[in-house]
C-alpha cells in the first residue's frame, strides 16, 4: 500500500490542429491517494477528458510519466486494467439485452471480482435486472454504465461527467451510488463540470483549465482561498452605465466585486455589514437596487474568480467553449466585456 | 465455465442482439428468399404466349377463322411441347369491322391485323419495328398457309431444353448465396463494428481487461453461425421450391461459402478500421458492393462484358464465389478442379490481406 493509486508527472498531450499544435494537457503534475475520490473540474475542453482516458490508458501522452497503482502502461496494461473500472461519458449500449446480460458480459472480462447481482444492487437496478436496456431510463442507463465499471470489483473506478445530462432525481441517485463506494474505501477519480456535484462528492479536486491545472486541494480549502464566506448578488437600475468595482470592492468587509452577465456579486466576510454599505452607496449614486440575493461561496465561484483571472489576459480565446461550456463562457464573456 | 469465458459471453451478445430485431432477421434471410421466390417466378420456363391477332370483319374473314380455330385446337389436344409444327403459340383472334380494326392497330391496341380480300388472299398489316408483331406475322402466316394446303418440303424436329440445371432459377440461387456473404460480411462486421464505435462501446470494451482476440473470434464465430441459416435456406427453396439439383458434394458449397465468407468479414473489418460515422461507412459499403453487384454475375453472367474488364471481374470475391458455386451445385465440379482451387485461393487470398491490414488499421476508439 505504498504507492499511490495515480501518479502523474508533467503530463501533456499534444494534437495537431488547424492552426498549429493544440496542447490538450500541458504539463500536468498529480498525485491521488488511495481511497479518496478525487475531482477534475472544469469546463468542457479544458483537457479532463484527455486527461482521464490517457489515466485509463485508452489515450497515449506525448511525453509525461503515469503511474497506476505503482504499474505504468507500457509494462503491463492487462494488470492495470484487470484492478480499474472505467465508465465512460455518454456509452450506448446494445438496447437489445438486458441489464444482468450485458454485466454478465463485462464480468466475463475480469478474472475477479463482484458478482452480476451484488453489481445490479449496488446502483439499485434489482427491478429492471431483466428489463432491455432500451426501457431503462436516462438515469438508470447511466447507473448500468457505472455498474459495467464496478463489475471487475476494482481498487480505481473512473468516471467520466457521470451526472452530464440527468435529471436532479437522477443524479442524486447516483451521487449515493458514489458516495457508497467511496466508503468502502475505493479510489474514486471523477471529472465533471458541475461545482456541486465536485463539492458533494470530492475529497480534493483539482481545477483544471486550458490543459493546466490551476488550483487543487479540498473543496473546503478553496473556497477559503477566496477569503469570504458569503456571496451577495445584485443588480442595479436607471443609466447604463457600469458600476466602480473598485468603489465596491472598497466596500465595508467587501474582499472582491466582480461584474456578472445580469448585475454584480461581491464576496463579503460579514454579509450584515456589507448590505448596509452597499445599499448606501447604490443611494449616493442614485441608481435602485433592482435585486438583491446571498448565499455561501461555493466552489463555482471559486472557478469563476481563477478562471476570470486568467481570462482578462487573453479575453478573444473562446475555441474551447461549446455547448454545455455556454454558462461559463458567458461568465468569461461579462468579465472581460467589464474589464 | 462458460459463463466465465469471454468469447462465448461476446458470441451470444452478438446472437442476441440479432435474434431480438425480428426487421433485421427479415432483410437478412428473408429477403433474399423472396428475391429468389420472385425472380424465379418471373423468368421461371413458359408454354409461349398466345399471339394477339385483329381480323377485319367481311368475306373471306371467316376462312381465316377456320383455320385458326382449327390450330389452337390442334394445340389443346397435344402436349403443347411437341406438335409437329415446332412450339408455335396459339392465336387469340379478335373480330372487328374494318376501321375499327385500322384504328386499333394505328393506337397500339393491336399488334397486327389481317385484311382479307378474297378466300385465299389477304394482307396483314403492323408495324415490323414491334418484335410481338413480326412474331404474329410468322405465326399466322404458318397457319394460314398450311390451312390453304401448303406442304413442307423438309422434315424437321424441334428438340426443347428445359432441363431443371439450366434455367435461370437455378442460375440465380448460387447467385444470391454469394451475394449474402457479401452482405453479410460487410454488413454484420463492418456495419457493426462502426455503431460499436459511434456508441462508444468499443471504447468501454478495451478499457477492460477482455481479450482483443475473443472480441474479433466472437465477431467471425457469430458471422459463420448466421451463414448456416442462410444458405440452407437458399439451398432448400432452390431444391424444394424450383427443383434445382445439387450435382457437387454439399461439403465443398459449405466450404466455398465460409471462405468466401471470411473474405468479405475481412473487407468489411478493413472498412470499420478507422470509420466512425455512418455516413462514411455507408458510403464505403456501397463503394465496395456496387462494382460486385454489377459485375461479378450475379443477375447475369459476368462473361457478357468486355474482355479488357474480365481480369479485373475475375479478380474480385464475388466473381470467384459465385463462379465456383454454380460449378459445384450446377455442374458437379469437385475440389480439385483447377477453377474451384483458383476460387478457393483468391477467396483465401482476399481474406488473409483484409485481415492483415485491417488489424494493422483498427482503431479502438
Redesign the interface.
Known amino acids: 500500500m505504498t504507492a499511490p493509486a495515480i501518479r502523474v508527472k508533467d503530463l501533456r498531450k499534444r494534437y495537431p490542429g488547424r492552426d498549429g499544435p493544440v496542447h490538450a494537457v500541458n504539463g500536468i503534475d498529480l498525485e491521488i491517494r488511495r481511497g479518496e475520490c478525487f475531482g477534475l473540474l472544469g469546463p468542457n475542453g479544458a483537457g479532463k477528458t484527455t486527461t482521464v482516458e490517457i489515466l485509463e490508458g485508452l489515450n497515449r501522452p506525448t511525453s509525461g510519466e503515469v503511474e497506476v497503482l505503482g504499474r505504468r502502461w507500457e509494462d503491463d496494461p492487462t494488470a492495470i486494467r484487470e484492478r480499474i473500472g472505467v465508465t465512460l461519458q455518454e456509452t450506448r449500449f446494445s438496447d437489445k439485452e438486458t441489464v444482468r446480460e450485458l454485466l454478465t458480459v463485462f464480468r466475463s472480462f475480469y478474472g475477479q471480482g463482484i458478482t452480476v447481482d451484488e453489481a445490479i444492487k449496488r446502483v439499485s437496478l434489482e427491478s429492471k435486472a431483466n428489463a432491455l436496456i432500451e426501457q431503462l431510463s436516462g438515469g438508470q442507463q447511466q447507473r448500468l454504465a457505472v455498474a459495467v465499471g464496478l463489475i471487475g470489483d476494482p481498487e480505481i473506478l473512473f468516471l467520466d461527467e457521470p451526472t452530464t445530462g440527468l435529471d436532479p432525481q437522477s443524479r442524486r441517485q447516483l451521487w449515493d451510488v458514489i458516495l457508497d463506494l467511496r466508503e468502502r474505501g475505493r479510489t474514486i477519480v471523477l471529472t465533471t463540470h458541475y461545482m456541486d456535484e465536485a463539492q458533494r462528492l470530492c475529497d480534493r479536486v483539482a481545477v483544471i483549465d486550458y490543459g493546466k491545472i490551476i488550483a487543487m486541494g479540498s473543496p473546503a480549502e478553496l473556497i477559503a482561498r477566496l477569503g469570504g464566506d458569503h456571496v451577495i448578488e445584485f443588480a442595479v437600475g436607471g443609466v447604463d452605465a457600469p458600476l466602480d468595482l473598485e468603489v465596491l470592492a472598497g466596500l465595508d468587509s467587501v474582499l472582491s466585486a466582480r461584474a456578472d452577465a445580469d448585475g454584480y456579486s461581491l464576496t463579503a466576510g460579514e454579509p450584515h455589514r456589507a448590505i448596509p454599505a452597499l445599499l448606501g452607496a447604490l443611494e449616493d449614486m442614485g441608481r435602485p437596487l433592482l435585486r438583491l440575493t446571498t448565499r455561501h461561496v461555493s466552489l463555482e465561484d471559486v472557478f469563476v474568480s481563477l478562471t476570470g483571472r486568467h481570462l482578462r489576459e487573453d479575453a478573444d480565446d473562446d475555441g474551447n467553449a461549446n455547448g454545455r461550456g455556454g454558462r461559463w463562457r458567458r461568465r468569461r464573456r461579462s468579465r472581460s466585456a467589464a474589464g | 465455465m462458460l459463463?466465465?469465458?469471454?468469447f462465448?459471453?461476446?458470441y451470444?451478445?452478438r446472437l442476441?442482439?440479432f435474434y431480438?430485431?425480428p426487421a433485421r432477421i427479415f432483410w437478412v434471410y428473408g429477403f433474399p428468399l423472396l428475391l429468389a421466390v420472385v425472380l424465379g417466378f418471373a423468368f421461371r420456363s413458359r408454354p409461349p404466349a398466345p399471339v394477339q391477332v385483329d381480323l377485319a370483319d367481311g368475306p373471306g374473314a371467316e376462312a381465316v377463322q377456320r383455320a385458326v380455330e382449327a390450330h389452337n385446337a390442334r394445340l389443346a389436344q397435344s402436349d403443347s411441347r411437341a406438335t409437329p409444327d415446332g412450339p408455335l403459340p396459339p392465336i387469340d383472334l379478335s373480330v372487328h369491322p374494318q376501321a375499327e380494326a385500322l384504328r386499333r392497330l394505328k393506337t397500339g391496341r393491336a399488334t397486327l391485323a389481317i385484311l382479307p380480300e378474297g378466300p385465299e388472299s389477304w394482307t396483314y398489316r403492323y408495324d415490323p419495328t414491334r418484335p410481338e408483331a413480326t412474331v404474329a406475322r410468322q405465326t399466322i402466316d404458318n397457319v394460314l398457309q398450311e390451312a390453304a394446303g401448303r406442304v413442307n418440303p423438309a422434315t424437321t424436329r424441334d428438340e426443347l431444353v428445359t432441363e431443371p440445371g439450366s434455367r435461370y432459377i437455378d442460375f440465380l440461387i448460387p447467385g444470391l448465396i454469394g451475394l449474402n456473404a457479401m452482405g453479410g460480411g460487410l454488413w454484420g462486421v463492418g456495419f457493426f463494428l462502426v455503431n460499436l464505435r459511434i456508441?462508444?462501446?468499443l471504447?468501454?470494451?478495451?478499457?477492460?481487461?477482455?481479450p482483443r482476440r475473443d472480441f474479433l473470434g466472437a465477431i467471425l464465430a457469430s458471422r459463420l453461425t448466421f451463414l448456416a441459416p442462410d444458405l440452407g435456406g437458399l439451398l432448400l427453396l432452390g431444391v424444394l421450391g424450383f427443383g434445382m439439383p445439387i450435382h457437387g458434394s454439399l461439403g465443398l458449397v459449405v466450404l466455398l461459402d465460409v471462405v468466401g465468407s471470411l473474405a468479405f468479414a475481412g473487407i468489411g473489418l478493413l472498412i470499420a478500421s478507422r470509420t466512425a460515422t455512418t455516413e462514411t461507412v455507408s458510403g464505403l459499403m456501397n463503394l465496395v458492393m456496387m462494382p460486385m453487384w454489377l459485375l461479378s454475375g450475379v443477375f447475369f453472367s459476368s462473361e457478357r462484358f468486355p474482355a479488357a474488364m474480365q481480369p479485373l471481374i475475375q479478380a474480385l470475391p464475388l466473381t470467384q464465389l459465385v463462379g465456383a458455386l454454380r460449378l459445384v451445385i450446377l455442374e458437379g465440379a469437385g475440389i480439385a478442379q483447377t477453377e474451384i482451387l483458383m476460387a478457393l485461393a483468391i477467396l483465401a487470398a482476399w481474406a488473409v490481406g483484409t485481415f492483415w491490414l485491417a488489424l494493422r488499421l483498427f482503431k479502438?476508439?
Not at chain 2, 459463463?3 to 469471454?6: F, G, Q, T, V
Not at chain 2, 471504447?203 to 477482455?210: G, I, L, S
Open positions: 459463463r466465465n469465458s469471454p462465448f459471453q461476446l451470444l451478445a442476441r442482439e431480438r430485431q456508441a462508444k462501446l471504447k468501454c470494451y478495451v478499457a477492460t481487461p477482455m479502438w476508439s
